[in-house]
């Protein structure tokens, strides 16, 4: 069965060094999702969603993939798998409490900028009128003020990693599979999370993870033919 072929090496201080062109590429991701974003903004004509199949967030998914799979390949290579399991939930929750920071900054913009004005809009009036219950639910992944669900995505995916890492380790077709059929299955049944009050994530993980997978197989030594 394919493993992972890493070089053999000795962990060191650069093990850990970070493939600029994958940062770059992340970047100019997010800088294309902000200028979507903006309403009447001629650049966002630049982005990808006028000249592709797909929108700049999907590119996002599956980059961010793909460097899931180096960043924890390869300490899993290096250090094993209570190293790299530990890293990757050590991630989720830098990224869970960088989504509560960023409520609560949010919620305090709203209120800065015009407080009553712009509640409908960015779905905070439920927080002001019921802050106890808003408070539990957005420590659950379940309330999310507009544009801000996409973080809530990624603590999972970030979570379920190991587990697709262990499967991309010993049989990356069965994985890239599975992810597929999961999508497959979430698209036929409408299987998502709920959110609350009402509804289900924006991104839905069941979902969106196969961009994510399909990163990580990219990655993968050994999954693609050459």
């Known amino acids: 069965m394919p493993q992972l072929a890493l070089p053999p090496r000795s962990p060191s201080p650069d093990a850990d060094c970070r493939d600029l062109r994958l940062d770059f590429c992340r970047g100019v991701a997010l800088w294309f999702v902000f200028l979507d974003h903006v309403p009447d903004n001629s650049l966002s004509w630049l982005t990808l969603r006028n000249y592709g199949f ?45 989504f509560l920071l960023l409520v609560l900054a949010y919620l305090a913009l709203v209120q800065l900028l ?51 890492l262990f499967l991309l380790d010993r049989a990356p077709s069965v994985a890239l599979a599975g992810s ?19 509804g289900e994530w924006y ?16 990655a993968t030594p050994g999954a693609r033919p050459d």
């Not at 460097?67 to 790299?84: D, E, K, N, S, V």
């Open 54 to 98: 797909s929108d700049t967030t999907e590119v996002f998914f599956f980059v961010s993939g793909y460097t899931c799979m180096i960043a924890y390949g390869t300490a899993l290579h290096q250090r094993g798998w209570p190293t790299t399991v530990a890293r990757a939930f050590q991630r989720a929750w830098e990224i869970y409490v960088a």
């Open 203 to 218: 991104f839905n993980p069941l979902a969106w993870q196969a961009l994510f997978v399909i990163g990580a197989w990219y």
């Open 114 to 164: 015009g407080g009553n004005n712009y509640l409908d809009e960015t779905n905070t009036g439920l927080f002001f009128t019921n802050p106890g219950a808003a408070i539990i639910r957005t420590l659950l992944l379940q309330y999310m003020p507009v544009n801000t669900d996409v973080l809530p995505t990624f603590v999972l995916l970030h979570l379920a990693f190991p587990a697709a």
């Open 180 to 198: 597929i059929l999961l999508y497959m299955a979430a698209r036929q049944f409408g299987w998502n999370l709920p959110s609350w009050p009402q």
